[in-house]
């Protein structure tokens, strides 16, 4: 199975700053159709998860441009700029390229 | 506006067998492939199963494989779990979810117990 690594575990920022989350697969997870079905959700306290960031690069329809989603084969990375009160909750990457698919194990994002 | 409502959550016996149901409404149910994702307390999210559109296809993790089948009605516009078996580590919050890539509509989600 692919195992999606997620540093750092938890990440302190205060408001305004930018924070970066990264992902690291053990294989790549660029698809034999030239996509990479790698993305990113966001599960705030007490919600349902709720994508923000599909095929790596791609924002979710309504997220804000301080999303921002790179990276390529094994290596990937969400930067938030300027983090606000509503970003904080539980940041998780997942692949859908090979089955079975998976996720991270997660990145709580909190206020210093 | 997509909706998707779980039911058929609660209390099991290991061992026993509980059938979960999700309604989708605000989109064409028949042309996504739909996903069971599923949360134990306290802890992170894991995939359980994917079906294609037309119920051609169905794909599970491991640990579920034998024990669980995942369903769809595209008439009624629901999906199902059919949990059998279950174990004390089948404990957990499953979530409904569109599957477009990623999951990416999810419903509320449904808890499911299993214990004596």
């Known amino acids: 199975d692919v195992v999606l690594t997620q540093t750092p575990v938890s990440l302190s920022v205060t408001l305004g700053d930018q924070a970066s989350i990264s992902c690291r697969s053990s294989q790549s997870l660029e698809y034999s159709d030239g996509y990479t079905y790698l993305e990113w959700y966001l599960q705030k306290p007490g919600q349902s998860p709720q994508l923000l960031i599909y095929e790596v690069s791609n924002r979710f329809s309504g997220v804000p441009d301080r999303f921002i989603g790179s990276g390529s084969g094994t290596d990937f990375t969400l930067k938030i700029s300027r983090v606000e009160p509503e970003d904080l909750g539980v940041y998780y990457c997942?692949?859908?390229?090979?089955?079975?698919?998976?996720f991270g194990a997660g990145t709580k994002l909190e206020l210093k | 506006e997509v909706q998707l409502v779980e039911s058929g959550g609660g209390l099991v016996q290991p061992g026993r067998s509980m059938k979960l149901s999700c309604a989708a409404s605000g989109f064409t149910f028949n042309n996504y492939d739909m996903a069971w994702v599923c949360q134990a307390p306290k802890k992170g999210l894991e995939w359980v199963a994917t079906?294609?559109?037309?119920?051609?296809?169905?794909y599970y993790r491991d640990s579920v494989k034998g024990r669980f089948t995942i369903s769809r009605d595209n008439a009624k516009s629901t999906l199902y779990l059919q949990m059998d078996s279950l174990r004390s580590e089948d404990t957990a919050t499953y979530y409904c979810?569109?599957?477009?890539?990623?999951?990416?509509?999810w419903g509320q989600g449904v808890m499911v117990t299993v214990s004596s």
């Open positions: 979810a569109r599957q477009n890539y990623g999951p990416d509509y």
């Open positions: 997942f692949q859908a390229t090979h089955d079975p698919y998976t």
């Open positions: 079906i294609s559109y037309d119920g051609s296809s169905t």
